[in-house]
């Protein structure tokens, strides 16, 4: 019997972005990211899942009508509550200030997931901004992607809440794939010792690797986009964290379209980190 003409949709890849610690610049790096994949041609959707006191919008200077919450209680479906920021990538909104979504109830649970899955032909990447800390709705929703990424900053109490949050990840899913990303670094070198006291520890009592995924450069530039709710990428595009997101992004370029689709609470086997593409090189 031959094969079929065309394969079937597999769905976007799925990278969750959470921390430990609040005020580590999560969302900023889940910002910067999705406009970086957008210049190379990727269509990216960003969902802030941090569904009570989302701040995405914010950060992009935009006033969403709708919410998450309007399609958890389906007076809204997914198409109509996203809006469309920098590069045309899309943003699916979360409320502010609304406690009842600090905690999702299974049927709320179940509604996301059927929401997200009509969105499996229509995107490359789906980027998910967690709330900081470590509740279920941030586990639930990491257990479902392809990659979780791990925010820290060189922070001493940063780096002890990244090392709790891999180990709940870890407890929660032994398969996911968690990646580390330190923001706020002053070089390279003091990005790269954060990652080997992580990864010593979670290799020794974790049994597992946490792989290092980068750094974004202090930069008062980064500060400057903040005010005026723009990407640094798009407000100084040749500003040192500028080019660390652009490395980034050329980084996860490289991870391959797969996997049965979005879900929320499903556990799945989650791929080997993708290795840096050639052009990883120009990008910076």
């Given at each position: 019997m031959s094969a079929p003409?065309?394969?079937?949709?597999?769905g976007p890849v799925t990278i969750t972005v959470t921390s430990g610690k609040g005020g580590v610049g999560k969302t900023n790096v889940v910002v910067n990211l999705a406009v970086a994949l957008a210049r190379l041609h990727h269509r990216v959707a960003v969902l802030d899942a941090d569904f009570g006191l989302g701040n995405v919008d914010v950060l992009l200077g935009l006033a969403?009508?709708?919410?998450?919450g309007h399609v958890l209680t389906g007076e809204r479906t997914l198409s109509e509550i996203m809006v469309t920021g920098p590069l045309g990538i899309q943003i699916i909104p979360a409320s502010s200030g609304s406690r009842e979504l600090?905690?999702?109830?299974?049927?709320?649970?179940?509604?996301?997931?059927?929401?997200?899955?009509?969105?499996r032909d229509d995107f490359d990447f789906l980027i998910i901004d967690t709330a900081a800390g470590i509740s279920d709705n941030?586990?639930?929703?990491?257990?479902?992607?392809?990659?979780?990424?791990?925010?820290?900053s060189v922070d001493p109490t940063a780096v002890v809440d990244a090392y709790a949050m891999v180990k709940l990840l870890t407890k929660h899913d032994a398969r996911l794939e968690i990646g580390l990303i330190v923001n706020d670094a002053r070089d390279s070198n003091d990005a790269q010792l954060v990652h080997t006291q992580l990864d010593i520890a979670a290799t020794r009592f974790l049994q597992r690797r946490l792989h290092y995924y980068g750094h974004i450069a202090h930069d008062q530039a980064l500060r400057a986009a903040v005010l005026v709710q723009r990407p640094v990428v798009d407000h100084e595009p040749q500003a040192p964290s500028s080019r660390c997101f652009r490395s980034l992004a050329c980084r996860l370029s490289g991870m391959t379209k797969g996997g049965p689709g979005l879900r929320v609470i499903a556990s799945q086997a989650a791929p080997a980190p993708a290795p840096v593409p050639a052009e990883a090189l120009q990008c910076a």
């Amino acid at each position: 019997m031959s094969a079929p003409e065309h394969a079937p949709a597999r769905g976007p890849v799925t990278i969750t972005v959470t921390s430990g610690k609040g005020g580590v610049g999560k969302t900023n790096v889940v910002v910067n990211l999705a406009v970086a994949l957008a210049r190379l041609h990727h269509r990216v959707a960003v969902l802030d899942a941090d569904f009570g006191l989302g701040n995405v919008d914010v950060l992009l200077g935009l006033a969403p009508p709708f919410h998450i919450g309007h399609v958890l209680t389906g007076e809204r479906t997914l198409s109509e509550i996203m809006v469309t920021g920098p590069l045309g990538i899309q943003i699916i909104p979360a409320s502010s200030g609304s406690r009842e979504l600090s905690a999702l109830t299974p049927r709320q649970r179940r509604r996301l997931t059927e929401a997200l899955e009509t969105l499996r032909d229509d995107f490359d990447f789906l980027i998910i901004d967690t709330a900081a800390g470590i509740s279920d709705n941030v586990l639930d929703t990491a257990r479902g992607s392809s990659l979780a990424l791990v925010v820290t900053s060189v922070d001493p109490t940063a780096v002890v809440d990244a090392y709790a949050m891999v180990k709940l990840l870890t407890k929660h899913d032994a398969r996911l794939e968690i990646g580390l990303i330190v923001n706020d670094a002053r070089d390279s070198n003091d990005a790269q010792l954060v990652h080997t006291q992580l990864d010593i520890a979670a290799t020794r009592f974790l049994q597992r690797r946490l792989h290092y995924y980068g750094h974004i450069a202090h930069d008062q530039a980064l500060r400057a986009a903040v005010l005026v709710q723009r990407p640094v990428v798009d407000h100084e595009p040749q500003a040192p964290s500028s080019r660390c997101f652009r490395s980034l992004a050329c980084r996860l370029s490289g991870m391959t379209k797969g996997g049965p689709g979005l879900r929320v609470i499903a556990s799945q086997a989650a791929p080997a980190p993708a290795p840096v593409p050639a052009e990883a090189l120009q990008c910076a």
